[in-house]
C-alpha cells in the first residue's frame, strides 16, 4: 500500500516537473523578447505615468519572474523623477529575464501644459490642436504635412489616451520653430526623435554601433604617410544580420570578397534584421574609421543598394558637405528634400524592370535635383530587375569617375559617364 502511494506521488511530482520545464521552453521565446507598455504616453500631470511588461501578467502567473527597472530623462539629458515641465521625456526600460538576459526599451513621453480630457476634445483631421497643447498655431499650419498623416494613424487610442506615435509627434513639435519650413523625412518627428535619442544612447554609453568589414588596399601599408580614398557600402535587406561577412554575398563587398582590387578602404557595414539604416549611426562610423585608418577627408563615397540605397541618398542628404560623390543603386528617397544635393556629384542606377522600387524612384529625384540647377547622372538599365547593382558596379567607367571627384570641388567629367 505504501509503495503505491509512493509510485503515484512521484508518478504526479514527474509529471508537474514536466509540464513546468514544458511551460518554461514554450514561453522562453515569449520572455526573450518582451514588450512595455505606458498606461499613457501623452500626460498632463508632474508624475510619470505608469507602465509594465505586456506579457508580465502572464508570466507572473507561469513563474517566470522579469526585474524591471524604469529610468526617466529630460528634453536636455536629465535624469528626473518626475515631470516639472511640459516637454519631452524619455524613458529607459530595463527588462531583465530569469535566464539573465537584459532587453531595454527606449520610449518616448510628452507633457502637455495642461491635461487635456481627449473624450470631450475631439482632435479634428485638420491638425487644429487645443490650446491646451501648448503649440503655436502658426507651427501647426507650417507642418501640415507631418501632422496630418500622423492624427489618420490613431494616435488616440480607444482609452482617450496618447498613443506612442503622438507622444513622438507632440515631443518634436514643441522643439520645431514656427519659422522651420515644412518637414521633410530628414527633418520629420520620426527622424528628431531618432536623433534626440541617440544623444540620450551616447551619454549614457548604450550607443548602437554596425559591425563592419574592412577591405583595404594590397599596397595599403607600403607608404605609412599616404591618404587613401574611403567608399562607404551600404548593402541590401537580405543581408541583414549581426554577421559582417553576410555583406559579401552582393555589391561591392562581394566583389572585393572574389577579388576585385580598390584603390580604396572599403567599410562594409551589417544592418541589423528588421531595421533600416540609420544616419546617425552611420556618421558615427565613419567618425570611427577616419580615426582608425589613414583615409583623406576629402575623398569619402558613399554607395548602397536596394536598401542600402536608401541609405546612402539618406546619409548624402543627411550630411552632403561630408562626401566627395554618392551612388544610389535602386533606392528611393524624399525627392521633397532632393535639392540640398544640388552641388553633391552623383551617379544613380536603376533597373526598367524593377518590381520591388520603381524606377520612377530614382528617376525623380534626379529630376528634382536637375531642376533645382544639379547635374547628377542616371543610368537606367533596360532589361534589369531589381539587381541592378551586377550591372552598376561592372561599369569600369564608375570607378574613374568616383575615384576623381573631391570634396567640396566642381565636378570633374571623365569617358564613358552619361551626360546630365
Not at 338 to 356: C, E, M, S, T, Y
Not at 364 to 393: C, E, K
Request: hydrophobic share 40%; glycine share 8%; net charge negative.
Amino acid at each position: 500500500m505504501r509503495s503505491g502511494l509512493i509510485g503515484v506521488f512521484l508518478g504526479v511530482l514527474l509529471t508537474l516537473l514536466v509540464l513546468a520545464l514544458a511551460q518554461r521552453i514554450l514561453l522562453r521565446p515569449v520572455a526573450d523578447d518582451l514588450s512595455y507598455r505606458f498606461s499613457n504616453y501623452v500626460f498632463g500631470e508632474t508624475q510619470f505615468p505608469s507602465g509594465d511588461v505586456e506579457q508580465g501578467r502572464l508570466l507572473r502567473r507561469l513563474l517566470l519572474p522579469v526585474k524591471v527597472t524604469t529610468m526617466f530623462y529630460d528634453a536636455g539629458y536629465h535624469q528626473v523623477t518626475q515631470a516639472d515641465k511640459p516637454g519631452r521625456y524619455g524613458a529607459v526600460v530595463q527588462i531583465e529575464t530569469n535566464s539573465g538576459r537584459v532587453q531595454r526599451h527606449f520610449i518616448t513621453l510628452y507633457r502637455l501644459p495642461a491635461k487635456i480630457f481627449w473624450e470631450q476634445t475631439p482632435l479634428s483631421i485638420t491638425a487644429q490642436f487645443p490650446a491646451e497643447a501648448g503649440l503655436d498655431p502658426a507651427l501647426v499650419r507650417a507642418q501640415q504635412t507631418d501632422i496630418g498623416p500622423a492624427i489618420q494613424n490613431n494616435l488616440i487610442d480607444d482609452d482617450n489616451n496618447g498613443a506612442p506615435g503622438f507622444a513622438v509627434l507632440l515631443a518634436s513639435l514643441s522643439e520645431t520653430s514656427p519659422a522651420d519650413p515644412p518637414a521633410v523625412a530628414r527633418t520629420n518627428a520620426a527622424a528628431r526623435d531618432a536623433a534626440w535619442w541617440y544623444g540620450l544612447r551616447q551619454r549614457l554609453g548604450l550607443t548602437e554601433t554596425y559591425p563592419y568589414l574592412v577591405d583595404l588596399p594590397h599596397d595599403y601599408n607600403a607608404d605609412s604617410g599616404k591618404r587613401w580614398p574611403l567608399i562607404l557600402f551600404l548593402d541590401n535587406a537580405a543581408d541583414r544580420g549581426t554577421d559582417p561577412p553576410i555583406v559579401r554575398r552582393s555589391g561591392l563587398a562581394g566583389l572585393v570578397h572574389d577579388g576585385r582590387q580598390l584603390p580604396a578602404v572599403l567599410i562594409s557595414p551589417v544592418c541589423p534584421e528588421g531595421e533600416g539604416w540609420d544616419t546617425e549611426i552611420l556618421s558615427h562610423l565613419l567618425d570611427e574609421v577616419e580615426a582608425k585608418y589613414c583615409i583623406d577627408a576629402d575623398r569619402i563615397y558613399v554607395s548602397g543598394i536596394s536598401a542600402g540605397g536608401d541609405g546612402a541618398w539618406a546619409l548624402a542628404l543627411a550630411q552632403p558637405e561630408r562626401f566627395a560623390a554618392v551612388v544610389p543603386i535602386c533606392g528611393e528617397s524624399d525627392p521633397s528634400d532632393a535639392a540640398r544635393l544640388v552641388h553633391l556629384p552623383l551617379w544613380a542606377f536603376h533597373g526598367l524592370k524593377d518590381q520591388i522600387i520603381p524606377v520612377a524612384e530614382t528617376v525623380t529625384m534626379i529630376q528634382v535635383i536637375r531642376q533645382a540647377g544639379g547635374h547628377p547622372h542616371l543610368t537606367l538599365f533596360p532589361d534589369a530587375g531589381h539587381n541592378s547593382w551586377d550591372l552598376a558596379y561592372a561599369n569600369e567607367a564608375l570607378y574613374t569617375w568616383l575615384f576623381a571627384q573631391k570634396r567640396g570641388q566642381p565636378e570633374i567629367s571623365t569617358a564613358g559617364v552619361p551626360s546630365p
